[in-house]
């Protein structure tokens, strides 16, 4: 067992948090994670696993308290009356049987809310239409409508309180809840008590925490987020103006402040646009204005940049949501001398697209998140295997890397090959792209566990065939291979191949392997997600001119889900490269490509000297196929198991690729019936009308 490294002393540090106390600084922020009241015991196990890991708060995500502000489709928690303190309780109590408080972010969202379930009509501060394009309007509150809301918060907070919360807030932040609509002026018209200077704009957020203190405070502590920035000059509130002085002015009403800024684009970028730490900026001297303690975020993995937040008077607790999900066990590890055995986050945010796909949290370096109560899987533990057994895995990408991290954990002897030089397969590559550095930590964290285990032997520059693989003799053969992008268009848009032409058709790979690209280049991307987009931006940076076309409405629409999309087509604008959206290609030509509109079918011709595709990819399966047949044909008589995964068996995303090796290694053996995903059916609620046969039928 080792020491915690004393330099790090301080993060373990108790904090007074108004009547309850953190045993250390790390503080898992809310955060959302596509499982809510839908599912509330996944939720609560997923929260636990934290717990467990050492954060010192666990808090829940957005948790409605009203049918009158609601987020269905999405998936959020709910506390809408007594029948929901159950579903709150089993998470409380899950954070509590490790040692730690459990928070809960108590949130009325005002406009940002269309209520598309309840059907009520939105309340915001001034009459307003919805956020995003729902064809509803919010309605101006009454005053009669803000104490109404004043009496629901403090309803919700006693639940709270009975459920088992240690820390109640009163939301402010991400331009999502409406004390935030309150504060900001283009949000906020009135011309009452309730608006126009800034101090009869935090009216509302003051009568919250006053309102929640009276209710709870001799027993919860009261936090506020807060979005001091908005990041958007004069037209939104900036840490210099009114933000700064709306947290000056309030500064000893809360037991704890939770600082941010808005929206959530701005307040969880990816680390393609933004470091480690990026927020300091907006908490520098907000220390120095309260005696209550501070917390912020950053995306901080490591420790020594966490010490140094601390012992800089910028934060008492180190704030953290993507980090805890990528690795829950993160201050454990700091305390038990295990920081090379940290899995940092890469700032990919997949984990936010679950919650816009209203799925259960998912994460491209941990693959049990999501999974810790409906599969058992637990980030830190692996089921052992009774007898040895000896396993191949061939191919050393993010698929097969994890693959054999799990296997060689389970205590199955490892033997992992590989054809290339350098390990990690298209993590590598794609690592060396513009914005995507921090990537390559989904194989350090792995290369670096794999060389601590004695089980494992690694061959590199080893391509393998059938026959290598049927002479090593595994009981068990894992083939992870990966893929290749297509050259001949096939996507999504594009289900028949395109003619072949004398215009150099290129592929991602070719672009990544340094060959050189004629200019200018049609872009066409069919895939959506970052590739085109930092394929565009690498042919930039070499002088090349990019024409980007996209059958969608604008480039790399699925990043809305990660909250990119708009710096994405901003950086593009920026470098020039000419957008030609809702368009998909019909024909090339030696000198150009035919596009052709996405709802007219109107075409024209633009000239190229080039294309590059970024369509789908093709499964490489020729050494699995190989095996196969071989299989068939002695009738397996070896008894060898053969398993293909990762991108070999269905291209996608890294994240996909990291859980598809990680299940196949973490079941292998196990019994059918054990491998089944526990769920929650809703009970059935009262039905009150009889129902009769109808007379009516012939």
């Known amino acids: ?20 106390k953190t045993r250390n600084r790390f503080y898992q922020v809310p955060h959302c994670n596509g499982m809510g009241h839908v599912h509330p015991s996944a939720m609560a196990g997923m929260r636990a696993v934290k717990a467990e890991g050492g954060w010192g708060v666990v808090c829940t995500e957005e948790c409605e308290i009203s049918p009158l502000s609601e987020f269905s489709p999405y998936i959020e928690a709910r506390l809408w009356d007594d029948r929901d303190i159950p579903a709150l309780a089993r998470m409380a109590q899950a954070v509590h049987a490790h040692g730690s408080l459990a928070g809960i972010e108590l949130a009325f969202n005002g406009y940002s809310a269309p209520n598309r379930f309840s059907r009520e009509i939105p309340w915001a501060p001034s009459d307003t239409p919805v956020r995003g394009y729902d064809p509803i309007q919010a309605r101006a509150m009454t005053l009669a409508d803000i104490r109404q809301l004043r009496q629901l918060h403090r309803a919700a907070a006693l639940r ?50 006053e309102d929640t203190k009276d209710a709870v405070g001799d027993r919860c502590a009261v936090a506020v987020r807060l979005a001091i920035d908005e990041r958007m000059g004069r037209e939104g509130l900036e840490r210099q103006g009114d933000g700064g002085e709306i947290f ?34 907006f908490l520098l001297g907000l220390k120095a204005l309260t005696t209550k303690p501070v917390v912020g975020v950053g995306r901080f993995t490591s420790p020594d940049a966490m010490v140094s937040q601390v ?39 997949i984990c936010v697209s679950s919650d816009h796909t209203m799925t259960p949290v998912r994460c491209t370096q941990n693959p049990t998140m999501g999974e810790e109560w409906r599969r058992g899987w637990h980030p830190e533990r692996v089921p052992r295997i009774s007898e040895p057994a000896r396993t191949l895995v061939v191919g050393g990408g993010p698929a097969g890397l994890e693959c054999a991290r799990v296997l060689a954990e389970r205590g199955y002897d490892v033997a992992l090959v590989d054809a290339a ?57 894992f083939v992870a291979t990966g893929s290749h992008w297509r050259r001949d268009g096939l996507g999504r848009a594009l289900r028949s191949p395109l003619a072949q032409t004398a215009l ?33 931006e690498l042919l930039r940076s070499r002088g090349v001119e990019v024409i980007f076309v996209t059958p969608a409405a604008d480039v790399a629409t699925w990043t809305h889900n990660t909250l990119e999309q708009s710096r994405i087509q901003r950086r593009l604008i920026e470098l020039d490269v000419r957008i030609v959206a809702s368009h998909s290609i019909t024909g090339v030509g030696d000198d150009h490509v035919t596009l052709a509109c996405e709802y007219t079918g109107r075409t024209h011709d633009v000239p190229a000297a080039s294309l590059l ?11 699995y196929d190989a095996l196969e ?70």
């Not at 989904?442 to 566990?449: G, N, S, T």
């Not at 601590?452 to 032997?457: A, F, G, I, Q, T």
């Not at 595709?613 to 399966?621: D, G, K, M, N």
């Not at 070999?648 to 292998?668: D, F």
């Open 1 to 20: 067992m080792r020491a915690r490294d004393p330099r790090f002393d301080i993060l373990f540090e108790p904090v007074q948090i108004g009547p309850v």
């Open 160 to 209: 709270a309180r009975d459920a088992g919360f240690d820390i109640i807030y009163v939301y402010a932040g991400h331009d999502l809840g409406l004390p935030f609509h309150f504060l900001t002026p283009r949000n906020n018209r009135r011309q009452d008590e309730y608006g126009g200077a800034v101090e009869n704009r935090l009216r509302l957020l003051r009568e919250l925490i």
């Open 248 to 281: 000056a002015t309030l500064a000893e009403l809360p037991d704890l402040w939770d600082v941010n800024v808005a929206d959530w684009s701005n307040d969880s970028m990816t680390s393609r646009f933004s470091e480690e730490g990026f927020q300091e900026q």
């Open 311 to 349: 012992r800089r008077g910028v934060m008492d607790l180190i704030g953290a949501a993507r980090p805890s999900i990528a690795d829950p066990f993160l201050p454990e590890k700091i305390d038990s001398g295990r920081t090379d055995e940290i899995r940092e986050c890469i700032g990919c945010n």
């Open 421 to 477: 030089r350098d390990l990690g397969g298209r993590v590598t590559r794609e690592a060396r792209l513009p914005g995507l550095s921090a990537w390559i930590r989904v194989i350090d964290y792995r290369l670096e566990a794999l060389r601590r285990l004695p089980n494992v032997e690694i061959y590199q520059e080893s391509p393998v065939g059938a026959d290598d693989v049927r002479e090593f003799d595994a009981d068990h053969v």
């Open 504 to 536: 150099p058709v290129i592929t991602p790979d070719d672009v990544m392997a340094g060959g050189t690209i004629p200019s200018p280049v049609v872009l066409f991307d069919d895939d959506h997600y970052y590739m085109g987009s930092v394929m565009a």
């Open 613 to 623: 595709l970024v369509t789908s990819r093709a499964p490489q399966r020729s050494l």
């Open 629 to 698: 047949a071989q299989s068939q044909q002695t009738g397996d008589a070896s008894g060898t198991s053969l398993h293909l995964i990762g991108d070999g068996l269905a291209p996608g995303t890294i994240a996909a690729a990291v859980y598809s090796g990680h299940r196949a290694a973490r079941e292998l053996g196990m019994a059918p019936q054990t491998l089944m995903f526990r769920r929650e059916i809703p009970a059935l609620g009262e039905f009150p009308f009889p129902v009769r046969p109808s007379t009516d039928r012939q």
